[in-house]
Antibody, heavy 123, light 108 residues
């Protein structure tokens, strides 16, 4: 059974930093592209960042580029999201998710999700 | 950027009803469209990928159709566990992916 367990969230002041972790089990982690998706309170889903299985290629939404860094440690089966210069609008539940490709780069979906971790940016 | 517009934003329905949710892309996305279900306090769950492929383990009362700019998620006979919020997601512009704003299915 695939399990993704996030940790590291909490309350942080504007301008502060936080690192989220996502521990994976039940899958071949080093072969799995991964992503972070967030959901502001009462709002919809927003794709944040993705990384390929090797960690060599990373991608970001415009809203977080230059402030957030996605990375992974395949020896620990763990995905990370380093969040710097946090703003009130970054307040959200952050989910990690596995990406599955179905025949082409554009054919892909998120088949397994973590339970989510709340990040609150407030003074 | 491709915008995804879902309609309606909410709907009221009864158990046994046929429910249809629409997702429209601001430009053609071929069939690179997924559907997710999210219940309060839970993570999203994949229902349909590539517009019409049913994810393993998802009941057959869920179906998806469409291509280009217009897509539909249909629940053929609404069950009590189907009251939730549904999101479409385009992956045409991978690595950037865009979700619709969601459609909440409520009890009538």
């Amino acid at each position: 059974e695939v399990q993704l367990v996030e940790s590291g969230g909490g309350l942080v002041q504007p301008g502060g930093s936080l690192r989220l972790s996502c521990a994976a089990s039940g899958l071949t982690f080093s072969s799995s592209a991964m992503s972070w998706v967030r959901q502001a309170p009462g709002e919809g889903l927003e794709w944040v960042s993705s990384i390929d299985g090797s960690g060599a290629n990373t991608y970001y939404a415009d809203s977080v580029r230059g402030r957030f860094t996605i990375s992974r440690d395949n020896s620990r089966n763990t995905l990370y999201l380093q969040m710097n210069s946090l703003r009130a609008e970054d307040t959200a539940i952050y989910y990690c998710a596995r990406i599955v490709y179905c025949g082409s780069v554009s054919c892909n979906y998120f088949d397994h999700w973590g339970q989510g971790n709340l990040v609150t940016v407030s003074s | 950027d491709i915008q995804m517009t879902q309609s309606p934003s909410s709907l009221s329905a009864s158990v046994g009803d046929r429910v249809t949710i629409t997702c429209r892309a601001s430009q053609s996305i071929a069939n690179y469209l997924n559907w997710y279900q999210q219940k309060p306090g839970e993570a999203p769950k994949l229902l349909i990928y590539a517009a019409s492929s049913l994810q393993s383990g998802v009941p057959s009362r869920f179906s998806g159709s469409g291509s280009g700019t217009d897509f539909t998620l249909t629940i053929s006979s609404l069950q009590p566990e189907d009251f939730a919020t549904y999101y479409c997601q385009q992956t045409y512009t991978t690595p950037t992916r865009t979700f619709g704003h969601g459609t909440k299915v409520e009890v009538k």
